[in-house]
Structures are given as C-alpha cells and as structure tokens.
C-alpha cells in the first residue's frame, strides 16, 4: 500500500500550517547545559523544576536500588511486581502530601486515565476547566459520563455547569497549575462550589508539586485544602522530582478503588523499584531544600521583569512556567530556531496544545539555573527582539 487513506497528505498539510512536531535528539543529561543534535546548547524547556534528575544523592539511590533490586519490577503490581520500594514510596507519598493513603501509576497519563474510569461512568458528569492537560481531556472524552469544559477558572461558568449536573455523581477536574500557561486554578474557590454542589474535586497538580507550598507539597498545600476538601489529589514524579511515574493520594476507599478499579493502574507493569528508591529520597529533598524553591522564584522574578523590559508580553503566571506569547505558529518556529542558533533552547508550543493563534515559547526554570544563565537567556531573547521585522512586532504585540 503506498499511502494509507492519506497520511502522507495529512503529514505535509501539518509541515504546511507550522503544525509539524519535530524531535530534537539528546546526548547528555537533562541539565541546563546540555548537548542537543550534536551541539552545546543551555535549555530552558525541562520539567526538572528542583533540578533533581541529577541530584548526586537521588542517582545514587537509584543506582543501589538497580543493584539490589534489578532494573525492571517484572509485573503488575497485582501479579507480583509491588516491591517493598513501591510501598514504602506510597506510604512517603501519602505522608507528603497530608493524605490516608497514596497509590502508584506508571506515568500520569495513565493515573489520570485509570483514575477518571474509575470514579465516573455512564450516568454521570465529569466538568472539566477547558485548559486542563491532555490526559485529563481525554480521561473526560473516553469515560463515558456526560463530558462539559467550564471556561478557564471562570467560576460563574463552572457553577452554571454545575447546576446543568443532573443525577449521579459529579466530578470536577482542574490543573493545579496550567501547563502551558503556568496561572494557578482558584482552588478555594473551585472546592468551595465542589462543595456546595455535592460534587467530588480532583486536582491533577503535575507542576505545582515540589514547587508550590512551604512544605513544597503543592497546591493542596498552598490553598490549605485538607483530604475532604479536596478528595482526588493526582501528583506525577517526572517533574518536580526529578524522576518517573505517578501517584493518586486520598482516603482509603479513593485509594482502594484505584487498586481495584483502574484499567491503567491493574493492566501495566509497575515502575522499575529503583525508580520508588529514588523518588523517596527526592522527597526529604524537596522537604528539606527550601534554596530551590528561593532560586526559583527569584528566577522567575528577573525574568518576568527583563523580558517584559525588552518587549516580551507575559502570562499572568509566578510559578517556574513562564510562556511568552507570540500568537502565530510560524513566528513562534523562527523564534525558537533564532534562539537555538544562538545556543538556547527553548520550544515553541503550537496547536493543539494551545488554541489555535497563541503559539508560544515555554520557558520554564530549574533550581539548578544559574543567575548568570539567565543573564545569557535575556541577552539571546533581547538579540532576537531586536532583528524582528516591524511587522513581526506588531503581530507579537497583537497576540497580547
Ligand atoms: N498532567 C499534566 C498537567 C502534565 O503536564 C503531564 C505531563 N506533561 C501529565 C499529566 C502526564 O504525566 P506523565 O508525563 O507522567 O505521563
């Protein structure tokens, strides 16, 4: 068969709207300073927010746990695949996060899949704010439950839906913080109306973990929002902690349904032990080193005022995601690629990531940033804005 029904076709229409994803091959560690298609380039696109995927004590737990435990778990985790490394992480998870009890995914994705399924069916309503993560959506598309998006963080718009919930169980779903926006949901807010309208929340807080909060437990945290407040906390441990996998904490019963109920949870080989040993010492980390959440911030805040200074229009957001907004696909590409030829990488999010007309370059900060690669960063972006044709300019300053 030459082409089936068209996927060239299709494949040249994406190259042709600025739609084509295109990925870059990394032969180093995920560090700022890094080697990308061959060469030295200093990135600003990881999740690694406390810069722990290189922690010297994080990557010699893994590298003991391998040696004791092997490298793959072998198994579900219901087959035999839950080692004494998964437990004890979900009892560290649970604990962390101020939850009865905590239970392990393979990936996010997967927990959010599971975990939705789970709680949500036929015969019920799933609202969702319309920015929320992929995974989320698609957990809301695939569940079966009647599916409506609120607009984002707009609570007169959830609360209409909410009063539209008729019969069977009502589950709100909300980013803790966006990813592609870095603004926070109003989690007062939104548990208050969950609350009011009998209705459960769950809060998927991939990027507010380790980052947001004292403690660095998050938004949970950070809005002060106890287990019944906020019954269906999601957490993933590929970003802030530096490692691989994810976790649903609640009460006991949220938790044992997970474990008997989740497709994605049941179905699919548990996270290789080494990777729990590893995440556990992240933890006392992310619990301990308050200097990363401080270099952080005060990243962030340079940032937001240098690259305002040179023309840039920020996102409302004060968390390590900081996107500049460009508006249209093609100049978001020719940005990025005049960055990267200056030896900093920094990707450009397009559609259907983002809506359509607000591509975007994503750039977010690691603990493990230096003051001075800032500096290089603001120097580049500054070079760039300056070599903009007038009429790119504009549209940058029409995409505000
Ligand atoms: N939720 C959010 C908000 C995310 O940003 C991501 C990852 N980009 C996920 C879920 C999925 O997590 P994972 O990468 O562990 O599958």
Redesign the pocket.
């Known amino acids: 068969m030459a082409d089936f029904d068209g996927l060239n076709e299709s494949l040249t229409a994406r190259k042709s709207q600025h739609l084509y994803r295109t990925r870059r091959v990394l032969s180093s560690a995920q560090k700022p300073e890094q080697e990308v298609n061959g060469r030295q380039v200093l990135s600003f696109c990881s ?1 690694d927010y406390l810069g722990l995927a290189n922690d010297p004590e994080v990557k010699s737990a893994f590298i003991s746990a391998t040696e004791e435990f092997g490298v793959g778990s072998g198994a579900s985790h219901l087959v035999n695949g839950h080692s004494e490394l998964h437990h004890q992480l979900e009892v560290a998870l649970a604990e962390f996060t101020g939850r009865d009890r905590a239970v392990l995914f393979s ?6 899949l599971g975990a939705i399924a789970a709680l949500v069916g036929k015969g019920d309503t799933i609202l969702q704010d319309r920015w ?2 992929a ?2 959506i698609d957990a809301g598309l695939s569940c079966g439950a009647r599916f409506k998006r609120y607009q984002h963080n707009d609570m007169s718009s959830l609360e209409q839906r909410l009063c539209g919930a008729k019969g069977g169980r009502t589950l709100i779903v909300t ?1 803790g ?3 592609m926006d870095g603004d926070l949901a109003p989690l007062d807010q939104v548990a208050n109306l969950a609350d009011q309208y009998n209705a459960c929340l769950m809060v ?1 807080d ?2 507010g973990l380790g980052v947001l909060g004292t403690a660095g437990a998050g938004c949970a945290e950070h809005f002060q929002l106890n287990q019944q407040q906020l019954p269906v906390l ?1 957490g ?4 802030a902690f530096g490692t ?3 976790f649903i904490a609640g009460s006991e019963s949220m938790v044992e349904t997970m474990i008997q109920q989740a497709r994605t949870y049941i179905y699919t080989t548990a996270l290789p032990p080494a990777v729990a040993a590893a995440t556990l010492v992240s933890i006392e980390r992310i619990k301990q080193d308050q200097w990363r959440r401080d270099q952080l911030l005060r990243l962030t805040e340079r940032f937001r005022e240098g690259a305002s200074r040179i023309g840039f229009t920020l996102m409302p957001s004060h968390t390590p995601i900081q996107p500049i907004l460009v508006g249209s696909e093609r100049l978001a590409l020719d940005l990025s690629q005049a960055l990267e030829d200056r030896g900093l990488l920094i990707t450009a999010i397009r559609p259907p990531t983002v809506p359509k007309g607000t591509a975007r370059l994503r750039v977010t900060f690691s603990a493990a940033h230096s003051e001075l690669q800032l500096e290089r960063l603001l120097n580049g972006l500054s070079d760039v804005y300056q070599a903009l044709s007038d009429r790119d300019r504009d549209s940058l300053a029409r995409a505000a």
Do not use: P
């Open positions: 999740n990936t996010g994705y997967m927990a959010n929320n993560h995974s989320l980013d913080v966006f990813s998927d991939a990027h999601m993933t441990l590929g970003k691989f996998g994810a």
